[in-house]
């Protein structure tokens, strides 16, 4: 069973290697073949070979992500998960969105019962041009050899980007969860605080983080973990990844708590050049067609400008017009304008020509939101 489960894993993985952008959203995968030294309840200190692998779609009003990894010693003992999960949000570009979703997971190790579980979510989402919140709740149930409890968690966080095409981001997130009724009649609950730095910077991803779960303050009774991983990539499709750390238990997916410390090799598509919230590629249109500029108006406003002739209609909106869509005027010369107070910095902003689908104005570095959608990137002196 596990051979088959590893052999689905690897296809999946396979078939998801190159980055594909269509119309209508972005398909990435990537998958780590490697070994670790992993310590788990019910597997002792050991080395494994390990494959993992994550398969991720997203549109602009919707994602789906596939991700599982398995674990193998030499003498034939496993450990294996995996987690489908996915979401439907509102309307892209606008500052606040909603966020629907649902997640369905399995977790399996040597000799003990597997434990399969189900969430649905909702979320609300403020998003800024560097940085947003969000505020959420969810529900839902874990199984293990036939006994059920019921899941409930509250969380809360945000990010932080520190500079516009996140290389830098930083993030941080506040969460309270009811595990239910254990098998020995105890009740779980915890809360947990947990913050992430990731820096990208050429061929380099590195990811560092920590937390801390606190099961009764009266008796201070409390837990820490943290984990890192550093990706170097040799060639655009291919790295190696060096990580480590302490995971706590996962009650929401019925995972135990695990030490670890893998090398392996990944392919797939840096996230440096395709991944979400960065520079993802320069159009130049032929005519010119749609580029937008900015220059400096009366007082405090700026004139933005779009230059495409033969439209009908062009509207605008962005991080200055709180993403309201606003009608731009048509000059006798044919470009079409917008007066408007634009501070200095960096601003994301979209346009659409004649009533049709929100893009990127093509001379405007493009930038992909965690949502799937894409916007223009720019810069005001």
């Known amino acids: 069973m596990l051979r088959l489960w590893l052999f689905g894993l690897l296809l999946l993985c396979l078939a998801a290697r190159a980055r594909c952008q269509t119309a209508r959203g972005v398909a990435e995968g990537t998958l780590d073949v490697g070994g670790a030294l992993l310590s788990q309840p019910g597997l002792a200190s050991t080395s494994v070979y390990t494959a993992a692998g994550q398969l991720r779609f997203a549109a602009p009003v919707f994602a789906l992500t596939m991700n599982g990894v398995a674990a193998r010693t030499p003498d034939d003992r496993y450990t294996g998960q995996g987690v489908l999960s996915a979401s439907r949000f509102a309307s892209p570009y606008q500052r606040a969105r909603w966020e629907i979703g649902g997640m369905a997971s399995g977790f399996g190790v040597s000799n003990a019962a597997p434990a399969f579980g189900w969430q649905v979510l909702a979320r609300e989402h403020l998003t800024g041009s560097l940085g947003g919140v969000f505020v959420g709740g969810a529900a839902g149930a874990v199984s293990q050899a036939g006994y059920w409890r019921s899941v409930l968690n509250a969380h809360t966080g ?224």
């Open 158 to 381: 945000g990010y932080l980007r520190l500079d516009a095409l996140a290389r830098d981001e930083l993030s941080a997130a506040l969460s309270f969860t009811d595990g239910g009724v254990m098998p020995d009649g105890t009740r779980f609950r915890n809360g947990d605080a947990i913050a992430y730095w990731t820096h990208r910077s050429g061929p380099i991803e590195l990811l560092a983080g920590g937390g801390v779960r606190v099961y009764s303050i009266a008796q201070s009774i409390y837990s820490g973990w943290g984990s890192a991983s550093v990706v170097l990539w040799i060639t655009d499709r291919a790295g190696i990844v060096v990580a480590g750390g302490r995971a706590l238990e996962d009650v929401t997916r019925g995972v135990p708590a695990a030490r670890y410390l893998s090398a392996s090799l990944r392919f797939g598509g840096s996230r440096g050049t395709t991944g979400a919230a960065t520079l993802v590629h320069r159009i130049h249109a032929e005519d010119d067609g749609g580029r937008l500029d900015v220059r400096a108006g009366d007082d405090s406003l700026r004139i933005v400008t779009v230059r495409l002739h033969g439209a009908s209609t062009v509207e605008l909106m962005g991080d200055f017009t709180d993403w309201e869509p606003v009608s731009m005027m048509q000059s006798p010369n044919g470009d079409w304008t917008l007066e408007r107070i634009v501070s200095p910095g960096t601003h994301r902003v979209a346009i659409r020509v004649d009533g049709g689908s929100w893009g990127a104005p093509p001379n405007l570095p493009h930038v992909s939101d965690e949502f799937g959608g894409e916007v223009g990137l720019l810069i005001v002196p």
